[in-house]
């Protein structure tokens, strides 16, 4: 792209960020929630774009004003100073423009959301719980180093350890549109615990990563939630079994994308306290409601996208995990790397890096800047 139309893509960006932060203060927007919420994405958008523009321009009025100079200049050092930052501008706008360029590519809305994650043990049996587990332990590790907090919501442990499936909810920054390249099937290859010859079996857990919901994004009639209340099973002392703190919510939902009227039935059981476990139960409804009228968005994307990078088939097989040779491959970008060990104990940054820059690479090619 040119930089002469590159800069008229930017016109009006400035405009667009001053009027965005002038509505954000004004008091009938506030009082419109769901506005309000929506101006205040976009105004964060703005304003890194438009810090790169004033970047880009800066540089670009810095290359001008250093041509001029070497053109009329004759004191040598003068003209060694406009050398310099002739050299210095030439270096630098070449990567003001693909951060550009990635800046004006309308982000994904999802992206800044929490999430909901959901591991389930596939083919393999007690093997399968077993990996399901060790994802588990993973991603916990990993969103520690994140500095993003993990809260169990529910969990159906396997018979020889790990989990049949797991659910729990990440919070922090920009969460969904980091974890979301790990939604699909993991299979792994190893000589599971469980076997007495010595055998390699080959075992699989799906990753479902989900947006979490906000207030303002789907309509719940809560009146028509009916709520049970249980006492918990397991470890925990005399107050888990003798007081009813899980809860079981019930939800009928009729679905816009097919016209059906289906049960959502959701239990959490995660904390002692009941009114926290309603309000996470809540949340993880509005999730699942949420995940499945989006469900469409996500299939137009995916039918668009050959790679599926990050989003579509969540049966597909994305990565492979073998222990004898100590290698991780991700299928999708034909990604390999042989640090097994470290990459389970939570050092999977760089092929999450990897995948964004190739779904960036996607959406470069399809918006033709």
Excluded at 254 to 259: A, C, I, S, V
Excluded at 260 to 286: F, G, M, W, Y
């Amino acid at each position: 792209m040119s930089e002469n139309s590159l800069l008229s893509r930017l016109d009006g960006i400035e405009a667009r960020f001053e009027e965005v932060a002038t509505l954000i203060t004004d008091p009938g927007v506030i009082a419109d929630m769901k506005r309000y919420v929506k101006l205040n994405k976009e105004y964060k958008e703005l304003e890194c774009l438009t810090e790169a523009t004033h970047r880009y321009r800066a540089a670009l009025d810095n290359m001008q004003e250093a041509r001029e100079l070497l053109e009329s200049e004759d004191d040598e050092e003068i003209r060694a100073m406009a050398k310099q930052q002739l050299e210095e501008a030439n270096a630098s706008i070449p990567a003001m423009e693909e951060e550009i360029k990635l800046l004006l590519i309308p982000a994904d809305p999802e992206d800044g959301k929490n999430a909901i994650v959901e591991i389930r043990g596939g083919t393999g049996g007690d093997e399968a719980a077993i990996f399901a587990g060790d994802l588990f332990k993973m991603y916990t590790k990993y969103c520690e180093s994140k500095g993003w907090n993990v809260a169990v919501t529910s969990f159906n442990e396997g018979s020889a350890g790990g989990y049949k499936e797991i659910v729990f909810a990440v919070t922090g920054d920009n969460v969904y549109g980091t974890l979301k390249y790990e939604s699909g099937v993991h299979r792994v290859q190893r000589v599971p615990a469980t076997e007495t010859q010595g055998r390699v079996h080959t075992s699989a857990a799906t990753v479902a990563v989900l947006p979490e919901a906000e207030e303002f994004d789907v309509e719940i009639n809560e009146g028509e939630i009916k709520w049970d209340t249980f006492r918990s099973g397991g470890a925990g002392g005399q107050n888990v079994n003798k007081v009813e703190s899980g809860v079981r919510l019930r939800y009928m939902w009729r679905n816009p994308n097919t016209g059906v009227t289906e049960e959502i039935l959701i239990e959490c059981t995660e904390t002692r306290d009941q009114p926290k476990n309603k309000e996470r139960a809540l949340s993880r409804l509005r999730t699942f409601i949420y995940d499945k009228e989006h469900q469409k968005y996500l299939d137009d994307i995916a039918s668009r996208r050959k790679t599926m990078v990050s989003t579509g088939d969540r049966s597909a097989k994305i990565r492979t995990y073998n222990y004898p040779q100590g290698r991780i491959t991700d299928h999708r970008i034909n990604y390999t790397i042989y640090n097994l060990q470290a990459f389970v104990d939570g050092d999977i940054q760089d092929c999450i890096d990897h995948l964004i820059i190739a779904e960036n690479a996607e959406k470069l090619k399809e918006s033709e800047l």
